[in-house]
């Protein structure tokens, strides 16, 4: 148990990675996008920004996203809300986290008007969970359950 003033008692936290449920369910795709089957997408073609879209994220919640880029034979993708939160232009297992700015995230070109040949896969994006806690003699800290400090505060 805690004592009142936070400054006594250590409590030891659970350091593996939580994450929510899957958010990549559904998706929504676009018309220059191929769906391969068995959880992979293709995006073959010049023009608009075609989308492969899941909805339901929640704005200002933190996220976790791991996607194998299998194939970039010409340009590259971006994955985004509102903004962009990443650029995939290189093939191999491509993790991140982004704070949802939007109810939706997308892979789409980087470029509109430029031809763009990337196929990914195993696609998985999860919310990352409430706050960790880690109070010990110099105060309380938390952290993110990818052990990223959140935010702190000294004992009195």
Same mark, same amino acid.
Request: net charge negative; hydrophobic share 40%.
């Given at each position: 148990?805690?004592d ?11 350091? @593996? ?13 676009g ?12 995006l ?69 008007? @430029? ?42």
């Open positions: 148990p805690l009142e003033d936070f400054a006594t008692t250590t409590i030891a936290v659970n350091n @593996a990675a939580v994450l929510g449920s899957e958010e990549w369910v559904s998706p929504s795709v018309a220059e996008w191929t769906d391969n089957g068995g959880g992979s997408y293709t073959d073609g010049v023009g608009t920004y075609s989308e492969l879209l899941i909805s339901g994220l929640t704005i200002g919640k933190i996220y976790y996203l791991n996607v194998s880029v299998d194939d970039v034979t010409s340009n590259s993708l971006s994955f985004r809300g509102i903004s962009v939160y990443s650029t995939l232009a290189s093939t191999g297992q491509k993790e991140l986290t982004f704070v949802a700015d939007s109810a939706s995230a997308a892979f789409t070109r980087t470029n509109g008007g @430029a031809a763009v040949d990337v196929t990914i896969s195993a696609i998985t994006v999860k919310e990352i969970p409430a706050k960790r806690w880690l109070v010990d003699d110099s105060g309380w800290r938390s952290y993110n359950a990818f052990n990223q400090l959140v935010s702190c505060a000294k004992a009195n």
